[in-house]
């Protein structure tokens, strides 16, 4: 089933993400990641991919487990990020080889040191034309309510990111944010543009020290003064941190339902038991 299907039949949705293992290694414990994660009857589950398409076989694997095992509707994270014409072409005819039509397209992340992508597909918005001309995929893109960290202003973020809109993105997943006020600005921004595509509002339950420094870093994200109390008060505590992590991503995720944003995305790491956590205390909300 296609994303933007499951996206307009149902009142609130709530997806899953994993990451594969990195190359080389076995996929004996990410199998039971996936049937966690599973048995929490999610609308979607997406798996992300390594940097310059590093282990796209594992996240071919994984995405055959989530679909093909547990039959739960699968998108693959797909990276232009130093892949030249051939190898994209390889992965997309080995995705519609296993019946998966879901893609998140994505310019991927620039290794340290380098300044630009020396794929064949520099941008996203050429990655997600590719995948249209290659198979009826469902495509979908990221998107940064805090500004992505690249670009110089919001006013340029948002242009990047209506080329891609206009390339052929049919729904945006947002990167983590902590302050909602900080989406519903956008949301209106992202209106005002004329961006109107399903826009999946991405939601990371913080739950040890070690993920906070990483997180702000990787999201750009300025933290909310409510959660650095929760993180001061907190973090050398691992029982108290996880459990004040993940009553803080399920008030924001009230809040949101709450204010008419009906499509949750929750960052799993790879751990079901944070996001069975957050979903039973949500049990009636997301029914």
Same mark, same amino acid.
């Given at each position: 089933?296609?994303?933007?299907?499951?996206?307009?039949e149902?009142?609130?949705?709530?997806?899953?993400e994993?990451?594969?293992?990195?190359?080389?290694?076995?996929?004996?414990?990410?199998?039971?990641?996936?049937?966690?994660c599973?048995e929490?009857?999610?609308?979607?589950?997406?798996v992300?991919?390594?940097?310059?398409?590093?282990?796209? %076989?594992?996240?071919?694997? !994984?995405?055959?487990?989530?679909?093909?095992?547990?039959?739960?509707?699968?998108?693959?994270?797909?990276v232009?990020?130093?892949?030249?014409r051939?190898?994209?072409?390889?992965?997309?005819n080995?995705?519609?080889?296993?019946?998966?039509?879901?893609?998140m397209?994505?310019?991927?992340?620039?290794?340290?040191?380098?300044?630009?992508?020396?794929?064949?597909?520099?941008y996203?918005?050429?990655?997600?034309e590719?995948?249209?001309?290659?198979?009826?995929?469902?495509?979908?893109?990221?998107?940064?309510? +805090?500004?992505?960290? +690249?670009?110089?202003?919001l006013?340029?973020?948002?242009?990047?990111?209506?080329?891609k809109?206009?390339?052929?993105?049919?729904?945006l997943?947002?990167?983590?944010?902590?302050?909602?006020?900080?989406?519903?600005?956008?949301?209106?921004r992202?209106?005002?543009?004329?961006?109107? !595509?399903?826009?999946?509002?991405?939601?990371?339950?913080?739950?040890?020290?070690?993920?906070?420094?990483?997180?702000?870093?990787?999201?750009?994200?300025?933290?909310?003064?409510?959660?650095?109390?929760?993180?001061?008060?907190?973090?050398?505590?691992?029982?108290?941190?996880?459990?004040a992590?993940?009553?803080?991503?399920t008030?924001?995720?009230?809040?949101?339902?709450?204010?008419?944003?009906?499509?949750?995305h929750?960052?799993?790491m790879?751990?079901? %038991?944070?996001?069975?956590s957050?979903?039973?205390n949500?049990?009636?909300?997301?029914?």
């Open positions: 089933m296609k994303i933007t299907d499951i996206l307009k149902r009142e609130v949705t709530v997806s899953l994993l990451f594969p293992p990195k190359p080389g290694a076995g996929l004996g414990n990410i199998k039971k990641v996936v049937q966690g599973a929490l009857k999610p609308s979607f589950m997406s992300t991919c390594g940097a310059g398409g590093g282990g796209s %076989q594992n996240t071919l694997d !994984v995405v055959k487990e989530v679909q093909h095992v547990n039959d739960v509707t699968a998108i693959a994270h797909l232009a990020m130093g892949l030249g051939d190898e994209i072409s390889k992965m997309l080995d995705l519609k080889a296993q019946g998966i039509s879901n893609i397209a994505l310019r991927g992340d620039l290794p340290q040191g380098v300044t630009e992508n020396t794929g064949y597909y520099r996203a918005s050429d990655l997600i590719e995948i249209h001309k290659n198979g009826d995929f469902c495509v979908g893109g990221a998107c940064y309510p +805090e500004v992505h960290p +690249e670009s110089d202003t006013h340029q973020d948002l242009e990047n990111l209506k080329i809109v206009d390339a052929g993105c049919q729904f997943t947002t990167q983590m944010f902590f302050d909602n006020n900080i989406l519903y600005n956008y949301m209106y992202l209106l005002k543009k004329g961006i109107d !595509v399903p826009v999946v509002a991405g939601i990371m339950p913080v739950t040890n020290s070690k993920q906070i420094e990483r997180i702000f870093k990787l999201s750009g994200a300025p933290v909310p003064p409510r959660f650095k109390a929760i993180v001061d008060r907190f973090s050398d505590n691992p029982k108290a941190m996880r459990q992590g993940i009553s803080y991503a008030e924001q995720i009230i809040d949101l339902i709450a204010n008419g944003i009906n499509n949750i929750i960052y799993t790879n751990k079901p %038991q944070n996001a069975k957050i979903m039973d949500l049990s009636e909300i997301f029914m």
